[in-house]
């Protein structure tokens, strides 16, 4: 059982910046991968990130939208997924939820066997 807790959310005028982290305890934290979702009010629960750990390598994957503006990393000595955002904008306002998924890095949510609480970002423009 893993259990995750994001923290790093607030309040941020557009072309700002946020890091964002999850830490996690409980499971073998290299061994999952870990990704980042986002919901905004109205709207489906979508993908943002996503990285594994070869042993060797990350591999890292980024929906459209946030590529080159977001970069997500991890540090398995600390248990802990970052997700750096850069150049912020107004459609970045959302819920942002990690999730760690004992299958492998994907875009698909139902993936993901774990989940953190949450926490909310607006950009204000």
């Known amino acids: 059982q893993v259990q995750l807790g994001e923290s790093g959310g607030g309040l941020v005028q557009a072309g700002g910046s946020l890091r964002l982290s999850c830490a996690a305890s409980?499971?073998?934290?290299?061994?999952?991968?870990l990704g980042w979702f986002r919901q905004a009010p109205g709207k489906e629960r979508e993908f943002v990130a996503t990285i594994s750990w070869s042993g060797t390598v990350f591999y890292a994957d980024y929906a459209s939208s946030v590529k080159d503006r977001f970069t997500i990393s991890r540090d398995n000595a600390k248990n802990t997924v970052y997700l750096q955002m850069n150049s912020l904008k107004p459609e970045d306002t959302a819920v942002y939820h990690c999730?760690?998924?004992?299958?492998?890095?994907?875009?698909?949510?139902?993936?993901?066997?774990?989940w953190g609480q949450g926490t909310q970002v607006t950009v204000s423009s």
């Open positions: 409980g499971g073998t934290f290299s061994s999952y991968a």
């Open positions: 999730a760690a998924s004992s299958l492998r890095r994907s875009r698909n949510q139902y993936e993901y066997n774990y």
